[in-house]
């Protein structure tokens, strides 16, 4: 059992060193540095807790756990604001703007349509964009239920969490329905979710790296140009 705690306090440390890489190798140029810098913001803090516990400094040091605590506080903060600026650099470059309607080429997917429809097509660009928009959302209102918490009980907080969770889990499943569209597959394999640990797996290497259809498909037109898939396909 202590081995296995130990491996568990190790995967924070792990998650943060392999989504900082990930954004510096994979997305650098398209908001990926702002990415990079807020996972080495909870990278660094999470190795301070580690080193905290290996050197058993709460018995050292007084207020130690509380000073690590507010430092974490800030460093959440901190990672909201990269990643939002992360997701205005990203706006501007991924293909969001580029997605067509499953009707015709004239005209463009609008942004409810991408958040709230389950039919149409979306890329790689737009899903991540999607994602890691959520993803720092999450982080602002885990926050905001703390904070409301504190101040105004457990029952607001959890009125704030369900707001949030519907449409979150909405948008989520039609961000994945349209996503397994463009790989020319039925939006029903999103419950491969539910698959231990391989549906999770397989959904985030299906929809978040490989290369949808190219050119139209049973659910509507190719996202991307076609001039842009031609250009990934002979990328090195």
């Known amino acids: 059992m202590e081995i296995v705690r130990e491996i ?45 516990n290996i050197f058993d400094l709460h018995s050292k040091y007084d207020g130690i756990y509380e000073l690590l605590g507010h430092i974490n506080f800030f460093a959440y903060i901190i990672f909201a604001g990269l990643f939002v600026a992360g997701i ?51 982080f602002i209102v885990g926050l905001l239920i703390g904070a409301i918490s504190s101040s105004s009980g457990e029952e607001a907080g959890l009125v704030l969490y369900f707001l949030y969770l519907i449409p979150a889990i909405w948008i989520g499943l039609a961000m994945q329905v349209k996503r397994w569209h463009d790989r020319d597959k039925s939006g029903w394999m999103v419950l491969i979710n539910f698959i231990p640990i391989i549906g999770i797996i397989w959904a985030l290497v299906e929809l978040g790296f490989l290369q949808g259809t190219i050119g139209p498909n049973q659910y509507g037109n190719d996202p991307l140009p076609s001039i842009e898939k031609a250009g990934e396909e002979v990328a090195p």
């Open 8 to 52: 568990q306090s190790w995967i924070y440390p792990a998650v943060d060193s392999f989504l900082l890489i990930f954004c510096l190798v994979r997305i650098r140029n398209h908001g990926g540095k702002f990415f990079a810098t807020g996972f080495g913001v909870l990278l660094t803090t999470s190795l301070m807790w580690r080193f905290a």
């Open 88 to 138: 205005i650099q990203i706006s501007g470059l991924t293909s969001i703007q580029k997605e067509k309607t499953m009707q015709g080429d004239s005209g463009k997917m609008s942004l409810t349509q991408i958040l709230f429809s389950f039919t149409g097509r979306i890329g790689r660009g737009t899903f991540w964009a999607i994602w890691l928009s959520m993803l720092a959302a999450s």
